[in-house]
């Protein structure tokens, strides 16, 4: 099922993968996971807050999103290869398809366990909170399979970031707190736009890592739209918009001063946001990508503590 070649090398040489658990492992990508623990962390402080913490129900959105992340990265992994778009000129991390790691058969069957998962996951969540999480569920394994997947995958048109914004900020806070409140709230919706502008912030310099390559196979993300400059100011506007939303959240008395110490972590973003705009190659950007995504993390303790203080 998998064969064992040693890959390629790479302008981001990582040690290749030497067993068949490593290179799951890798095709997991694990470092992009808190992407889905971020937003489950957030929902469920506010629901711990409002005295309507479900432990189970809390557990299951997590297992949930995890399977969720997982299987999108299996299937960006597949049909970025199956369209021609990963090849030997890739300066992001290991693609393990396009590597020879992994049959695209193979990769497959791995995409359909993982949303089989999510989906038993969701059998549980249903029976405990009802029909929206069939909507909520639903919508959210196909916005995983035509991100990349399908005719016209949005992912390639320029709508990643609109995407990203909706799953994995709005749908994934509200719906965690759903799912333990039976309930959605303002407060739940306007603490779910900074975990958006945060995920779609990772995405921004995961697109800018890949716009000469993209651009060369006709992938046409945001940033090949808007080229270097407009994605790097995007970025900047996700880093601002998470920053102002703890204010917001003060302003309108849903939330207590704690949540300030969000705003403040933002600071993290200023050397991020100096070394995008010194360097764009391939290495650098894996490193941006990957402290963007623990800034995420960072920034979803500091302000799940926030909320209930």
């Known amino acids: 099922m998998i064969a064992m070649a040693s890959p390629e090398p790479m302008s981001d040489p990582e040690t290749?993968?030497?067993?068949?658990?490593?290179?799951?492992?890798?095709?997991?990508?694990?470092?992009?996971?808190?992407?889905?623990?971020?937003?489950?962390?957030?929902?469920?402080?506010?629901?711990?807050?409002?005295?309507?913490?479900?432990?189970?129900?809390?557990?299951?959105?997590?297992?949930?999103?995890?399977?969720?992340?997982?299987?999108?990265?299996?299937?960006?992994?597949?049909?970025?290869?199956?369209?021609?778009?990963?090849?030997?000129?890739?300066?992001?991390?290991l693609r393990v398809?396009?590597?020879?790691?992994?049959?695209?058969?193979?990769?497959?069957?791995?995409l359909i366990v993982a949303i089989a998962f999510a989906f038993l996951i969701g059998i549980y969540l249903v029976v405990h909170a009802g029909w929206p999480v069939v909507a909520i569920g639903l919508s959210s394994i196909l916005a995983t399979i035509f991100y990349t997947g399908g005719p016209r995958p949005y992912g390639y048109i320029g709508l990643g970031e609109l995407f990203v914004f909706i799953f994995f900020g709005v749908v994934a806070v509200t719906g965690t707190y759903y799912v333990q409140a039976l309930t959605?709230?303002?407060?739940?919706?306007?603490?779910?736009?900074?975990?958006?502008?945060?995920?779609v912030a990772i995405l921004v310099v995961n697109n800018l890592r890949d716009i000469d390559t993209d651009r060369q196979s006709g992938k046409k993300t945001l940033a090949v739209r808007l080229g270097q400059t407009g994605a790097r100011r995007e970025l900047a506007l996700m880093f601002i918009g998470a920053a102002l939303v703890p204010i917001v959240l003060i302003e309108l008395h849903l939330c207590g001063i704690g949540v300030l110490g969000a705003s403040f972590s933002m600071i993290g973003a200023v050397p991020l946001m100096k070394t995008v705009y010194r360097s764009n190659d391939g290495p650098t950007m894996n490193k941006v990508l990957a402290q963007t995504a623990r800034l995420q993390l960072i920034y979803a303790v500091i302000l799940s503590a926030g909320v209930n203080l």
Not at 97 to 110: D, E, I, K, W, Y
Not at 184 to 199: K, R, W
């Open 16 to 93: 290749p993968p030497v067993s068949r658990l490593s290179v799951w492992i890798q095709a997991a990508r694990p470092k992009t996971l808190w992407a889905a623990v971020a937003p489950v962390l957030v929902g469920t402080s506010l629901a711990y807050r409002d005295g309507v913490f479900h432990s189970l129900a809390a557990c299951a959105a997590l297992l949930g999103a995890l399977a969720l992340q997982i299987a999108a990265n299996f299937a960006n992994d597949l049909y970025d290869f199956e369209r021609g778009t990963d090849t030997e000129e890739r300066v992001g991390p």
């Open 97 to 110: 398809t396009q590597a020879g790691l992994v049959s695209p058969s193979a990769m497959r069957v791995a």
């Open 184 to 199: 959605f709230t303002i407060t739940a919706l306007i603490l779910s736009l900074p975990m958006g502008f945060l995920s």
